[in-house]
């Protein structure tokens, strides 16, 4: 025991530790300390890491420094012989006993140390109430304020809540630091993506994912499928979007994430040209959007009826026949009437835009110029800092499409294009900087 103690104290005064600067390196009691350098009780094995970079040795080195013989067994008396009336019993060591004593009341205090250590937590239920409700908020405000006036928020709140993961917390709360994550990586994948900015949208997306596996939330997996969807058709991948949403419906599994889910297959099928396909979407999602019962968090993590009939609009635009087009007419009216008619914060500025836009385009396939400039008129005049990247493309492909020889000499037509061709070239959302990661 004496060699224990020496060896733990010469290395202890080597590395420059006081008992006292020792304990509370280690963040136990002094006394505690002074136990092991006596050799009555050893630090638990999952101290001995810890232990062994406050005195700078390997953890094989630290066992060697506090192995030590044991302590000699008393011989116990062989059993009686003939003649004797009883064994004799050895007389009781009151030192081994209180040696003994102490040591279980070190182990004790270790593991009261550990059980300290397993309740830490960086965080609070308050805390993770308070992030709840400021990411709910962010998603509401998404719906109807400028990116511009939101960048800033996502970003401090993103960066906080992956500082906290860095800290300790129990596993639950653990878990919903995850979640709370992936709803913020899906928000920035948002942002990224209004700004045309694909490459980043893609990279907050994946960080997104893993989150969510993370977190074993399936709304966050299908809604982060939904998400990459919209990336892949906006990048003109419309076989990828495609996929993407059909790879989401497994984990639809509440709310109206299934609804959007076949909405975006609707609109990437019809795109490929898969008339049957989108078809079919088109009215799976009608009937998902009847089974809905959960009620989703707000803004963007929500799938509403007004936003459902701006996809089928563009959907059965896209199929070209007549009888499509009309039937875009009004699946893209009603999506204007439900968004016009419900309050104004939940009023989504670029399904607004893209409906009218669709409308220009169906009287474009009709011949209707005038109700070609009349849809597009309220498009020119929104404030370019209101037009994602989205709009942005919708207005080059109508320019492109006013170019045809078939309108040629329409000076209608040419006042169109110039003021497209205007609208395009002055600063909208799509200028600002890259995004940070």
């Keep these: 025991m004496a060699s ?14 006081t008992q006292e600067s020792l304990a509370e390196a280690l963040d136990v009691d002094r006394t505690t300390v002074g136990r092991w350098e ?11 890491p810890k232990l062994a970079r406050a ?23 062989p059993s009686s012989t003939v003649g004797e009336a009883s064994p004799r019993v050895p007389a009781r060591r009151t030192d081994h006993d209180h040696d ?3 040591a279980v009341a070190a182990e004790s205090a270790e593991s009261a140390l550990f059980l300290r250590f397993a309740s830490a937590s960086n965080v609070d239920d308050t805390l993770l109430e308070q992030i709840d409700a400021d990411i709910a908020r962010l998603a509401a405000d998404y719906v109807s304020k400028p990116v511009s006036e939101l960048l800033h928020d996502i970003g ?19 878990s919903h630091l995850y979640l709370q994550a992936g709803r913020l990586c899906g928000l920035a994948t948002h942002v990224a993506l209004d700004l045309g900015q694909y490459t980043a949208a893609a990279t907050h997306s994946r960080t997104a994912w893993r989150c969510a596996e993370s977190a074993g939330h399936n709304g966050l997996r299908a809604w982060i499928r939904s998400v990459q969807s919209l990336i892949a058709y906006w990048r003109q991948d419309h076989r990828q979007a495609a996929e993407l949403a059909r790879a989401g419906l497994p984990y639809a599994d509440s709310g109206t994430i299934a609804a959007r889910l076949l909405s975006l297959e609707a609109r990437a099928t019809a795109a490929l040209g898969d008339s049957t396909g989108a078809l079919r979407a088109v009215e799976a999602a009608e009937a998902a959007r009847s089974s809905v019962a959960a009620v989703d968090l707000p803004g963007v993590f929500t799938f509403p009826e007004a936003k459902q009939w701006t996809y089928a609009g563009t959907a059965l635009l896209a199929l070209g026949t007549r009888e499509q087009v009309n039937r875009a007419v009004e699946a893209s009216s009603r ?27 169906a009287h474009l396939a009709h011949g209707d110029l005038d109700g ?3 849809k597009l008129s309220v498009v020119l005049e929104t404030a370019p800092d209101r037009r994602t990247a989205s709009i942005s493309s919708r207005l080059r492909a109508l320019s492109t499409r006013l170019a045809e020889p078939s309108y040629a000499g329409s000076p209608l037509v040419l006042s169109l294009r110039e003021s497209v061709g205007e609208a395009c070239s002055r600063p909208a959302l799509t200028n600002p900087p890259e995004m940070p990661q």
């Design 335 to 361: 999506a204007i009437a439900l968004y016009e008619s419900g309050p104004q914060q939940e009023q989504s500025f670029g399904d607004l835009l893209a409906a009218r836009l669709d409308l220009a385009n």
């Design 372 to 374: 070609v400039q009349e």
């Design 4 to 17: 224990r103690r020496s060896r733990l104290i010469q290395r202890r005064e080597a590395v420059g530790h």
């Design 156 to 174: 401090a709140l993103r960066r906080g809540v992956f500082d906290l993961l860095r800290g300790r917390q129990h596993p639950h709360q653990t």
């Design 38 to 48: 006596s050799g009555r009780g050893a630090p638990q094995p999952w101290m001995r």
């Design 55 to 77: 005195l700078r040795l390997s953890v094989d080195r630290l066992a060697e420094l506090l192995a030590a013989p044991s302590a000699a067994v008393e011989a116990v008396p």
């Design 100 to 102: 003994l004593v102490s």
